[in-house]
């Protein structure tokens, strides 16, 4: 006996359902980690009012100070979400140039009552004059880049033969805008995800780019992860801090939603860096180290970014 043409319609979206379920799957078992919004420290519900009157309840993103001592040195409070303290104060302090390559790390110890980490090294440190030198930059959350950083930049040797495949960058633009995130849940905050090729490895987020990058500085010391056949792909602006910081890790490629500032497209171009914006969908802008593109894909054979996946960064606009 024939099925009816409701039945059919069930049938095909039931199909259509694990189908989705299916891929949602196969794109959580791309990440070696991945944002938990389930994680209750992260955000709280806040109730207020809507544009009508109308009660509403919402979640928020929690923000917190974490204070970064090295050895019995005070260096710097943060504000982040306070996950991954210890990936987050490895790189800092590695982006700062205050660990260096040699460095022994014997320990990195958290409290969270206190919201202190220590980093211990073998190595005896003082960074006051540095300290004295610091330089405010354009990342959100009073991201800070010392007046020396630019020292070790411009001594930084990026592989070249690191390749960037076209088709790479829809696949992973699809992936990471899927996977369940803090910021669908809460928003008001900024993404960065280190990949290989067209698979994301590990993404964080935090209320500052420059925390999110630093967590993934952390996790690249802490696990040996290699940097030469990677890229780096964030949610906010190709600014200044976001390129040296890139370059600092060795990682040949950044890629972004958004979209540049001048002084960010100079670094890039100075260090051979490879550096895609406007990354939507389909369409993308390279504006340095565009000799590692390989057009492997017709553009017009791919279909603009659904609506629904659009994060901020992705509109019109290029803020973040």
């Not at 199909?15 to 209750?40: C, H, I, S, V, Y």
């Not at 700062?96 to 022994?104: A, G, H, S, T």
């Not at 390989?294 to 992705?314: M, N, S, T």
């Amino acid at each position: 006996m024939a099925e009816r043409p409701d039945e059919e319609d069930a049938g095909a979206r039931k199909r259509l359902r694990k189908g989705r379920a299916k891929a949602d799957e196969a794109a959580l078992a791309a990440f070696d980690l991945r944002p938990d919004p389930a994680d209750p420290r992260l955000t709280e519900r806040i109730a207020g009012v809507d544009q009508d009157g109308v009660p509403v309840e919402t979640a928020v993103v929690v923000e917190r100070p974490l204070t970064l001592f090295l050895n019995g040195q005070e260096i710097v409070t943060m504000m982040t979400i306070g996950d991954y303290p210890d990936y987050l104060a490895l790189g800092y302090l590695l982006n700062q140039n205050m660990l260096q390559p040699d460095d022994v790390i014997e320990g990195v110890e958290f409290d969270e009552e206190l919201d202190v980490v220590v980093v211990r090294t073998e190595r005896e440190t003082d960074y006051e004059e540095k300290l004295k030198k610091k330089v405010r930059t354009s990342g959100c959350a009073q991201g800070t880049v010392f007046g020396d950083l630019m020292e070790k930049f411009e001594t930084v040797s990026l592989p070249k033969d690191a390749v960037l495949k076209t088709s790479w960058l829809a696949s992973l633009s699809k992936k990471i805008n899927a996977v369940p995130s803090l910021y669908l849940e809460a928003g008001a905050i900024h993404g960065c995800v280190l990949c290989q090729g067209d698979r994301p490895l590990v993404y964080m987020e935090d209320v500052g780019r420059h925390n999110a990058v630093d967590k993934i500085a952390g996790y690249m010391l802490l696990h040996n992860v290699a940097p030469d056949d990677k890229m780096f792909y964030t949610t906010g602006r190709l600014t200044s801090e976001m390129v040296i910081k890139t370059v600092q890790m060795g990682i040949p490629i950044l890629v972004s939603r958004s979209g540049f500032t001048a002084w960010g497209v100079e670094l890039a171009r100075q260090a051979g860096l490879t550096l895609v914006g406007r990354a939507k969908g389909k369409r993308f802008v390279a504006l340095a180290g565009e000799e590692r593109l390989i057009f492997d894909h017709d553009p017009e054979g791919l279909e603009d970014e659904d609506p629904r996946h659009q994060r901020k960064g992705g509109r019109a606009n290029d803020a973040a």
